[in-house]
Every structure is written in structure tokens, then in C-alpha cells.
């Protein structure tokens, strides 16, 4: 099983690899497949990279697929960066599953998270080009692209449900709601997990309790 597990990872990033340069050369200047905003040259890269390293621990069956609205700015609080440790948005997605990460090296703990069936993305799969600070409207941006987000749930991932995990326009949400993404949509109380710094042990445990079941609403 190991075998055919390596050599699925093995041929997803040939074919990643393999796309590099002509992304780049065919996107550099126009829109960016992963998130819809211009893009150059070096944010066709960045994603490309990180597209890569979630490909390592991206399992064969997914079972849960934990979807956020944006990718974070810095590639430290990016959940499958290979270097460093485990900060914002990935210590806080860890701590509300339960995983132990503390002091831990990181591909055990990307290795149990695969394990488990469980794989995190993001509607945007780049970060806003000014971070916090873009004059870009972001539930629109989220809404035109959500698309060709449904299109490679339904087609690429096929993941058996899909939790939202951060705070996301209403709108997107009934948006996603209305689309075929082939699996049920798990929410809270209609609302997506707004699993962050703050987030309340109640919604935690739901949280949990959600994971560990078939519940789809």
C-alpha cells in the first residue's frame, strides 16, 4: 500500500513539476488559476510551490477536506510549509482537531494528519496581494472563483465531506451551498467553524464532534 501511496504522490508532482514553467510563461501578468487575481511571474511560483508541498501529505482517499476562505500571507503560517514550526492558522486548525504538534518535527505530524484522511485548502489558494491591507474585495474575489473551486472538488479531490473551518461571507457560503461538489457541506448551526485564536470551547468540541461523525449540517 505504501508502494502505490509513493508512487500516486510521485507522479502528482511530476505533473506538477511539469507545469511550472508553462503556467508561468501562459499566467505571468494575467489571472492566477489558484485565486483569480492578477498575477506575476514570482506569485505563479509561490503558489505552484506551496501546491507542492501540499501534494506530499495529500492522501489518496480523502475523507474530510477542511476548507478556509484565504491562503494565509506568510509561507510560516501556511499549514503544509515544510520548514519551521506549526503557527497561526496551522497551530490553530491543529489545536481544534486535538493534535499534538508541540515540540514535535513536522512530517510526523503531517504524516497523522494524512493518515487520518484529512486534507486542508483553501478557496484562494494565494494570500491577497497587500494581506490585510488589500483594497480588493474579498467575498467577490471568493464568489467568482468558488467555480473552479467546486469544479476541482468535485473532479480532483473528491473528498467523502467538506467542513468549512474559518469565517466566510454568507453569501459565498449559500453560493457553495447551491453548487455540486459531489459530498455534503458540514456547517455549524448553518454557519461555517470559525476555528481561529478566539474560537469558543463549545465550538471546539463540536468542532470535534463533526470530525468524528457523518453529520452533514
Known sequence: MRGVKDSYIHLQLRSISSTISLAMAKNAGLGCDGCGQLASADHISRRLRRLEWATRYRPVH?????????????????????????????????????????????????????????????????????????????????????????????????????????????????????????CPVVLNDGKPFAIGATTADEEISRFRAVLDSKATR
Do not use: W
Open 62 to 182: 480523502i475523507q474530510v477536506l477542511l476548507l478556509a476562505a484565504v491562503a494565509p500571507l506568510e509561507d510560516a503560517d501556511y499549514f503544509y510549509c515544510p520548514g519551521g514550526e506549526f503557527l497561526g492558522e496551522a497551530a490553530q486548525l491543529l489545536r481544534a482537531i486535538g493534535v499534538s504538534f508541540a515540540g514535535r518535527p513536522i512530517e510526523p505530524v503531517h504524516a497523522d494528519f494524512q493518515s487520518a484522511g484529512l486534507f486542508l485548502a483553501h478557496i484562494l489558494e494565494c494570500p491577497l496581494e497587500d494581506g490585510d491591507n488589500s483594497k480588493v474585495d474579498a467575498a467577490s474575489l471568493l464568489r467568482e472563483h468558488l467555480p473552479s473551486v467546486a469544479s476541482r472538488i468535485r473532479r480532483s479531490l473528491k473528498p467523502k465531506r467538506v467542513i468549512l473551518v474559518t469565517e466566510i461571507c454568507q453569501l459565498v457560503v449559500q453560493d457553495m451551498l447551491s453548487m455540486d461538489l459531489g
